[in-house]
T-cell receptor
Framework: GNSVTQMEGPVTLSEEAFLTINCTYTATGYPSLFWYVQYPGEGLQLLLKATKADDKGSNKGFEATYRKETTSFHLEKGSVQVSDSAVYFCALPANQAGTALIFGKGTTLSVSS | NAGVTQTPKFRVLKTGQSMTLLCAQDMNHEYMYWYRQDPGMGLRLIHYSVGEGTTAKGEVPDGYNVSRLKKQNFLLGLESAAPSQTSVYFC???????????????FGPGTRLTVT
């Protein structure tokens, strides 16, 4: 089956700093790739996705580009805010049937003012 | 439109007790999932269902059972709780957008279970 590796946290940044969270994957074929975010005390919600190679997903100032050459889907934001403090998960389908997702272990981001 | 709801939000059990967690979705999704979240482990899939009356095992199914008698509900049962089952449990549901093989999972707010 497919697998995903995500950089360990926690990541601590000051407001307006640049953010990168690394995510690499192994997969059969070219599955869709996802970033989910979990705010304190809540369930996960979709942040962005990319469905094919070279696609760029974007939302709320976050971006990630589907790189098949490096099998990566790194999350970036140019200027983080305190409200971005959360846990971020990279995910992809567990197999080609696409009936379930597998998630990375999550990266905790803390942003201070 | 409530999305995905979970009942209860918190529960404390003694070792050996049983309980059922209820998940309900009002989005007419075919697929439903149960995950557990533990520190440093991310989310791990317990069981899932691709339609009413069908269930399948995920990564960590031991000690749990599930049922999907109605499309909108997915129940997770613990027959004899153990301290190792102390965790936060999340339910999710999804549609399947066939053409591009992508789909989004919608998550409930979670149930925090402590087994003493």
């Amino acid at each position: 089956g497919n697998s995903v590796t995500q950089m360990e946290g926690p990541v601590t940044l000051s407001e307006e700093a640049f953010l990168t969270i690394n995510c690499t994957y192994t997969a059969t074929g070219y599955p869709s790739l996802f970033w989910y975010v979990q705010y304190p005390g809540e369930g996960l919600q979709l942040l962005l996705k990319a469905t094919k190679a070279d696609d760029k997903g974007s939302n709320k100032g976050f971006e990630a580009t589907y790189r098949k050459e490096t099998t990566s889907f790194h999350l970036e934001k140019g200027s983080v805010q305190v409200s971005d403090s959360a846990v971020y998960f990279c995910a992809l389908p567990a197999n080609q049937a696409g009936t379930a997702l597998i998630f990375g272990k999550g990266t905790t981001l803390s942003v201070s003012s | 439109n409530a999305g995905v709801t979970q009942t209860p939000k918190f529960r404390v059990l003694k070792t050996g007790q049983s309980m059922t967690l209820l998940c309900a979705q009002d989005m007419n999704h075919e697929y439903m999932y149960w995950y557990r979240q533990d520190p440093g482990m991310g989310l791990r899939l317990i069981h899932y269902s691709v339609g009413e009356g069908t269930t399948a095992k995920g990564e960590v199914p031991d000690g749990y059972n599930v049922s999907r008698l109605k499309k909108q509900n997915f129940l997770l049962g613990l027959e004899s709780a153990a301290p190792s089952q102390t965790s936060v449990y999340f339910c999710a549901s999804s549609y399947y957008s066939g053409q591009d093989l992508s789909y989004e999972q919608y998550f409930g707010p979670g149930t925090r279970l402590t087994v003493t």
